[in-house]
């Protein structure tokens, strides 16, 4: 039988805790108990699948950016050192980021695919970009990319 992720993390928080990893086992468990929260949001109880908890700890890490980004502004370095810090835990159970380049080439493709052109093309061409890109890059760091190559 295959390990769901929800398994991994859990067997993973036991190591970090036997280790006595903390910043490993309170970003595990935060992040467990975010999935935990969205199996039981409905109207009944259920089981996310690995994709599902993908998304959660996508979306957990991206919590971890902002606020790295907010409290840098603010000047609170340690605290933007931890959040990063997490950042980079959650960051191995999500799949490999595109790297820059690679996003501008999906991107190209899919204005060519389209046929779009111009900033007001930029719908058409996310539709088309999303499906590629699912988990692989940030929703925010897509658009730019789009919206820089329309306006080319």
């Given at each position: 039988?295959?390990?769901?992720l929800k398994q991994r993390l859990h067997d993973d928080l036991t190591t970090a805790m036997k280790s006595?990893?903390?910043?490993?086992?309170?970003?595990i468990r935060l992040t467990l108990s975010a999935i935990t929260k969205e199996e039981v949001?409905?109207?009944t109880a259920r089981q996310?699948?690995?994709d599902e908890v993908l998304k959660v700890i996508a979306r957990e890490a991206k919590k971890r950016r902002e606020a790295a980004e907010a409290f840098a502004q603010g000047?609170?370095?340690?605290s933007a050192q931890r959040e990063r810090e997490e950042g980079e835990v959650l960051a191995e159970y999500l799949p490999k980021q595109l790297d820059d380049q690679e996003l501008a080439e999906i991107v190209r493709s899919a204005?060519?695919?389209s046929g779009a052109s111009g900033p007001k093309?930029?719908?058409a061409v996310m539709k088309v970009v999303n499906p590629k890109v699912a988990g692989l890059a940030e929703g925010g760091r897509v658009a730019a990319e789009v919206k820089r190559q329309l306006a080319g």
């Open positions: 039988m295959t390990t769901t006595r990893d903390e910043l490993r086992s309170a970003t949001a409905g109207e996310l699948s690995d000047g609170r370095a340690e204005i060519e695919e093309a930029m719908g």
